[in-house]
């Protein structure tokens, strides 16, 4: 069949050849100015976002981290850790300009030529520490996602020197420096939350040993109804700290039902959430939730997730704290880079992840 404007990527290997190889991501596809959404992205009717299912009156807690020591603050921060498993925090140390720089940078990189990307993609980067990509794991999903991303992964100032694209390098350096206060601040609490009431060195290398920024592009999409930004997913790490900027479209599952809600943009803040990783080592008192985001038909969108996960050698189950005080564990002891191996070497299903550690 010819190629028609409203579906030149009838052929799926030419799709994924502009896409994927030559990397123009799905920003390229959506700057060719398409009138409709190639097929290879049309998601499942039951992966697509109902309105029908969102609770606009519901929200997830907003909390000032101000006085973050003060006993309340500490209580609505271990109880939406518990209940929601997401909150968002104003009044935090992070400084403003920097969140703003961290932006301006990601705009800036998925601004840079197709052909300059993908010197950083699976394929051609010269480090896995370092993966410029589009949707999640294309070899393995039915529906791709609607989102191009850059993944690094920090071991070092030297290392992010000579392997990250300079052009975002010190604003994501910065940014994740300035979170580690934040951070901290959170784990403390959290853990004294679990009567976990010091964290020494191996205990904080443990929950925070590794750390990943991703940038996340998400562009202008045709038919934006029929497909995902990301697809349901709990996060792999202990806690993510994510940035997003005024447009909107991140959904969280309330509890165990089939309700969603919008998590609005507030300047200034950023999202928590509970990963796969405090999840298991909190023996299941802390909650990795599902979420996801849709698609925008008149606005692209960026968000940046820090990723704050054990070492990728460290073995993780539930805190011998919590063993010790006579709970019964429902997860086992499994190798940290194990659980993330087998996060991305499937499509996002939802919570399904979780039950590679499960007893
Ligand atoms: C991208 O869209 C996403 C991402 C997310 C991410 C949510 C998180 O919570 S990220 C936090 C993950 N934790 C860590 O990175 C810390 C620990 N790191 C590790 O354990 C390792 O670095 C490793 C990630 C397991 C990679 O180890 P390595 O020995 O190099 O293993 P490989 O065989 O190269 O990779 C395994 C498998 O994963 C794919 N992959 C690796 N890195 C990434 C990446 N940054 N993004 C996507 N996929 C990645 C790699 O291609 C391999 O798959 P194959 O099929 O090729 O075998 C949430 C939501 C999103 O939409
Ligand atoms: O873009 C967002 O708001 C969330 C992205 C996300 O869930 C992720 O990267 O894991
Ligand atoms: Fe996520």
């Not at 409709?36 to 606009?56: D, F, G, H």
């Not at 400084?95 to 840079?112: H, S």
């Not at 394929?123 to 991303?149: C, I, M």
């Not at 997860?331 to 880079?337: A, I, R, T």
Request: net charge negative; glycine share 6%.
């Amino acid at each position: 069949m010819a190629p028609t404007l409203a579906d030149p990527f009838h052929d799926s290997s030419a799709l994924r050849e502009f896409v994927i190889n030559q990397g123009n991501g799905v920003k390229g596809l959506s700057e060719l100015g398409l009138t409709a959404l190639p097929k290879q992205y049309i998601q499942p009717l039951e992966e697509r976002t109902c309105m029908s299912n969102v609770v606009p009156q519901e929200t997830i807690p907003i909390i000032d981290m101000s006085n973050w020591e003060d006993p309340r603050v500490s209580k609505s921060i271990c109880d939406a850790a518990s209940k929601w498993g997401f909150f968002q925090i104003v009044n935090h140390d992070v400084p403003i300009q920097v969140l703003e720089n961290v932006k301006d940078a990601t705009y800036k990189f998925f601004g840079l030529p197709a052909e300059v990307k993908n010197k950083y993609s699976k394929d051609h980067s010269s480090s896995n520490n370092v993966r410029f990509g589009t949707s999640f794991t294309p070899q393995a999903e039915k529906a791709l996602e609607w989102k191009d991303y850059l993944s690094l992964f920090y071991v070092s100032e030297e290392q992010a020197s000579a392997l990250w694209p300079s052009i975002c390098r010190d604003q994501v350096l910065d940014y994740m420096k300035k979170s580690e206060i934040v951070i901290k601040q959170l784990l403390k609490v959290l853990m004294k939350g679990l009567n976990v009431n010091e964290i020494d060195d191996t205990k904080e290398s443990l929950l925070m040993g590794s750390m990943r920024t991703n940038l996340n592009y998400y562009p202008k999409c045709p038919n934006p109804e029929l497909t995902v930004g990301v697809g349901r997913h709990s996060d792999v790490s202990t806690l993510t700290i994510l940035l997003q900027d005024e447009i909107g479209g991140l959904f969280v599952r309330e509890n165990e039902g089939d309700n969603w809600i919008h998590v609005p943009p507030i300047k200034g803040s950023l999202v928590i959430n509970v990963g796969d990783a405090l999840q298991i080592m909190s023996n299941g008192r802390y909650r990795s939730v599902e979420h996801r985001v849709v698609a925008n038909g008149s606005n692209n969108r960026i968000s940046v997730p820090i990723f704050v996960n054990p070492r990728p050698a460290d073995m993780i189950g539930p805190l011998p704290e919590l063993i010790a005080s006579g709970e019964k564990p429902i997860y086992k002891q499994v190798l940290y880079s194990d659980y993330v191996k087998h996060f991305f070497r499937k499509a996002h299903d939802g919570k399904k992840t979780v039950g590679f550690a499960e007893l």
